[in-house]
């Protein structure tokens, strides 16, 4: 009799615990999760940013070039998230272009063009624009940081044609890095500027 009482007792005990078990698993099926990518989205993203929509823009500036080597403005500001519109106009006689990136970037391809100077290339953080033309680059500041932008025409960035660009959003921003602006204007927070 007393063998019996026992085995039903631990019976019992056995199915609480599986039911215990059961449940908690459960519960732990939901963690998974399918993540699908838009295809014709993001196309190119780099260490600043990424290729912008053109529904997406915030905003347009307009960026003058001379044959001074000078851009104006040679400073602007923007958030990170910002999908910018550069209107890059040629105010000069010469071809100018307006190639955005990394300060590293930029020297490493302002080299590049020196020793070959006739390269032809084509990013979407790039845009180049002879005597009288407009062109456009349409980038998003995916990215917080300190960024430049230049003129890569063999000369033209070490006469100084050259800009920078604070994409804000907590970066760091390395002061040592733009001590060359000084005397440079142009805040762009009205967009349009019509020199
Ligand atoms: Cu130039």
Same mark, same amino acid.
């Given at each position: 009799?007393?063998?019996?009482?026992?085995? @039903?007792? *631990?019976?019992?005990?056995?199915?609480? !615990?599986?039911?215990?078990?059961?449940?908690?698993?459960?519960?732990?099926?939901?963690? &998974?999760?399918?993540?699908?990518?838009?295809?014709?989205?993001?196309? *190119?993203?780099n260490e600043f940013g990424r290729?912008?929509?053109?529904?997406?823009?915030?905003?347009?500036?307009?960026?003058?070039?001379?044959?001074? #080597?000078?851009?104006?403005?040679?400073?602007?500001?923007?958030?990170v998230? &910002?999908? @910018?519109? #550069?209107?890059?106009?040629?105010?000069?006689?010469?071809?100018?272009?307006?190639? !955005?990136?990394?300060?590293?970037?930029?020297?490493?391809?302002?080299?590049?063009? &020196?020793? #070959?100077?006739?390269? &032809?290339?084509?990013?979407?953080?790039?845009?180049?624009?002879?005597?009288?033309?407009?062109?456009?680059?349409?980038?998003?500041f995916s990215k917080p940081g300190? *960024?430049?932008?230049?003129?890569?025409?063999?000369?033209?960035?070490?006469?100084?044609?050259?800009? !920078?660009?604070?994409a804000?959003g907590?970066g !760091? @921003?390395?002061?040592?890095?733009?001590?060359?602006?000084?005397?440079?204007?142009?805040?762009?927070?009205?967009?349009?500027?019509?020199?």
């Open positions: 009799m007393k063998a019996t009482m026992k085995r @039903i007792v *631990f019976a019992g005990l056995a199915l609480a !615990v599986l039911t215990g078990s059961a449940s908690a698993h459960g519960k732990k099926e939901h963690g &998974e999760k399918v993540t699908s990518v838009p295809a014709n989205l993001d196309m *190119f993203e290729t912008g929509r053109p529904e997406a823009v915030v905003r347009t500036i307009k960026v003058g070039m001379s044959d001074a #080597f000078k851009y104006e403005p040679a400073i602007i500001h923007v958030k998230g &910002e999908t @910018i519109r #550069f209107v890059v106009q040629n105010r000069g006689e010469m071809l100018h272009e307006m190639v !955005v990136g990394r300060t590293e970037d930029i020297v490493k391809h302002a080299i590049l063009m &020196e020793k #070959f100077p006739g390269m &032809e290339h084509g990013e979407p953080y790039m845009a180049h624009a002879d005597k009288g033309q407009t062109a456009e680059i349409i980038w998003a300190t *960024f430049e932008y230049g003129c890569l025409i063999p000369g033209h960035y070490d006469a100084g044609m050259k800009g !920078v660009i604070y804000d907590g !760091v @921003i390395t002061k040592g890095s733009v001590q060359w602006l000084h005397g440079s204007t142009g805040d762009n927070e009205k967009s349009d500027n019509r020199n």
